[in-house]
């Protein structure tokens, strides 16, 4: 079964640093497009950033643009998400999703496989 699992997660204060990973299973990582999410306490789950398939494309929200940055290494089988210059706007629960080739999408219903998510919490 396909599988992906968050980790890295934690509290931190801001300006702070964090870095993200999803691990996956049952799937060739280098087949996918794979993107994070993220969903705060009464809001719905929104798009960060995306990598396509071998790395080479990326894509961000306005909101972590210059701050978030997401890589893959597909030897591992993992994807990250290297987070800076933390804000409390930035507390939610992430989530790592996949979707098959390359898409260039920003839409939680164009992705295929989701994780269980892990929280980050900034504190002022």
């Known amino acids: 079964q396909v599988q992906l699992v968050e980790s890295g997660g934690g509290l931190v204060q801001a300006g702070g640093s964090l870095r993200l990973s999803c691990a996956a299973s049952?799937?060739?990582?280098?087949?996918?497009?794979m993107g994070w999410f993220r969903q705060a306490p009464g809001k719905e789950r929104a798009f960060v950033t995306l990598?396509?398939?071998?790395?080479?494309?990326?894509d961000y929200a306005d909101s972590v643009k210059g701050r978030f940055t997401v890589s893959r290494d597909n030897a591992k089988n993992t994807v990250y998400l290297q987070m800076n210059s933390l804000k409390p706007e930035d507390t939610a629960v992430y989530y790592c999703?996949?979707?098959?080739?390359?898409?260039?999408?920003?839409?939680?219903?164009?992705?295929?496989?989701w994780g269980q998510g892990t929280q980050v919490t900034v504190s002022s």
């Open positions: 999703a996949a979707v098959k080739g390359w898409r260039r999408l920003r839409q939680v219903n164009d992705y295929d496989y």
């Open positions: 049952g799937l060739p990582l280098s087949m996918y497009t």
């Open positions: 990598i396509s398939m071998s790395g080479g494309s990326t």
